[in-house]
């Protein structure tokens, strides 16, 4: 089995706790990722030690989520957080505690956590505490509610959709009970709000086995989440999985397949409606709107495509295309990128002419110049060759005549 190589800080850390008379562990999803021989980004730790005692302990520190006993040490210019061992309340929201107490017990710090494989602590003194048998489920790459699972689906509602976004990243199945306390509980994801749901199914998309998607459906989560897109899936499950897997890790590219079947006018309000940032929104709706036109095969007609799109625009476009499996795809984007090399003109500010020429030539009517300029672009696109200022100056003067 794999022992955590813990960083000097967090040794220096766990041992000044124990020092002073307190108890002090790594926990979470660093130990997990630890024994599954990922190398951790966090090194979360837990203490029987009092947030106003760790304070005591450490020279620099600063309070992160006090109310929860949650304090940030600061040690070589770096941020570790410590949480004192903590009961939660009932949770009238399905997200927050009403209260949390203290306690000096890990086990009852480890059972309010989520799932078996996340409620495994560890220190090199004492080696692993692993109260639940998260080893074990590791061991048998399965997701598995810590205690009853239908408990702690009902504390905290978004834990149902990180036990999917889990099983995507790990490539783990979810254990049945546990499944079915999902199912059972679904509608409770409606709670939960846009910004951490569109954080969990991102996450979902992005990772190696994005095919675990299945379980939105399956579990009947996506129904409560949006019934639009679960919807859209019907009769098209085998579609969107397959283009999924096949995707480019771009999220505008993968909501664009995961909402490829819903109508194209629609795309836009969803991606509102889940809190998307401006630019991933307009990537994804632009995406969706094309994506029942054919592929381009000419160079000419792919100019055309991308100067109607946006170059950026249209090379996800062509991802999106070549995930559904489209042949024509690949080709696409080889010419695309043969025309970006080459500084072929796509749009009106490469024109080798701008609207102070055309004015210089006599035209005054700034709508005249916009519809020449719209001209000489069309005329660029078609013979890329034409775009120097002698050339088009020559076309626009005869064109005037």
């Given at each position: 089995m794999n022992i955590p190589k813990l960083p000097d800080d967090v040794k220096?850390?766990?041992?000044?706790?124990?020092?002073?008379?307190?108890?002090?562990?790594?926990?979470?999803?660093?130990?997990?990722?630890?024994?599954?021989?990922?190398?951790?980004?966090?090194?979360?730790?837990?203490?029987?030690?009092?947030?106003?005692?760790?304070?005591?302990?450490?020279?620099?520190t600063f309070d992160t989520g006090i109310k929860h006993g949650t304090v940030t040490v600061v040690l070589n210019k770096n941020n570790y957080e410590i949480t004192t061992y903590r009961i939660e309340g009932e949770y009238d929201d399905c997200r927050h505690p009403n209260d949390v107490s203290f306690t000096t017990d890990l086990h009852e710090d480890l059972l309010r956590r989520d799932f078996t494989m996340n409620a495994i602590a560890y220190n090199d003194e004492e080696g692993y505490v692993d109260i639940f048998g998260g080893i074990g489920d590791i061991d048998k790459c399965v997701i598995k509610g810590v205690g009853e699972a239908e408990e702690r689906f009902r504390e905290d509602a978004l834990r149902m959709l990180r036990a999917v976004r889990f099983?995507?990243?790990?490539?783990?199945?979810?254990?049945?009970?546990?499944?079915?306390?999902?199912?059972?509980?679904?509608?409770?994801?409606?709670?939960?709000?846009?910004?951490?749901?569109?954080?969990?199914?991102?996450?979902?998309?992005?990772?190696?086995h994005s095919e675990k998607a299945v379980f939105l459906w399956e579990t009947g989560l996506l129904k409560h989440i949006s019934e639009e897109i679960d919807m859209s899936v019907k009769g098209h499950e085998e579609e969107v999985i397959s283009s999924l897997k096949l995707s480019v890790k771009n999220v505008s590219v993968l909501f664009a397949l995961f909402l490829r079947f819903v109508k194209a006018e629609r795309v836009k309000d969803i991606m509102k409606d889940l809190r998307f940032d401006t630019k991933t929104l307009k990537e994804t709706d632009i995406i969706c709107r094309y994506m029942d036109k054919n592929v381009p095969e000419s160079r000419v007609e792919i100019r055309k495509m991308a100067s109607e799109m946006g170059k950026d625009n249209f090379a996800l476009y062509l991802e999106a295309k070549k995930a559904c499996g489209d042949a024509?795809?690949?080709?696409?984007?080889?010419?695309?990128?043969?025309?970006?090399?080459?500084?072929?003109?796509?749009?009106?500010?490469?024109?080798?002419?701008?609207?102070?020429?055309?004015?210089?030539?006599?035209?005054?009517?700034?709508?005249?110049?916009?519809?020449?300029?719209?001209?000489?672009?069309?005329?660029?696109?078609?013979?890329?060759?034409?775009?120097?200022?002698?050339?088009?100056?020559?076309?626009?003067?005869?064109?005037l005549e």
């Open positions: 220096y850390i766990l041992n000044k706790l124990h020092t002073n008379g307190y108890e002090g562990y790594i926990v979470g999803g660093c130990v997990r990722d630890a024994i599954m021989g990922i190398p951790p980004h966090d090194w979360d730790m837990t203490t029987s030690a009092k947030p106003e005692e760790v304070k005591s302990i450490f020279s620099h099983s995507a990243q790990l490539g783990f199945e979810i254990e049945e009970k546990t499944k079915q306390a999902l199912i059972d509980n679904c509608a409770l994801i409606e709670k939960i709000s846009a910004e951490r749901i569109r954080e969990e199914i991102t996450k979902l998309l992005m990772s190696k024509l795809a690949e080709n696409a984007q080889k010419e695309l990128a043969d025309i970006i090399e080459k500084n072929e003109c796509l749009t009106i500010k490469e024109l080798a002419v701008t609207g102070d020429d055309i004015k210089a030539l006599g035209v005054k009517d700034g709508k005249k110049i916009g519809e020449i300029l719209k001209a000489m672009l069309n005329t660029v696109l078609e013979n890329p060759e034409l775009n120097s200022k002698e050339k088009l100056t020559d076309i626009i003067k005869s064109n």
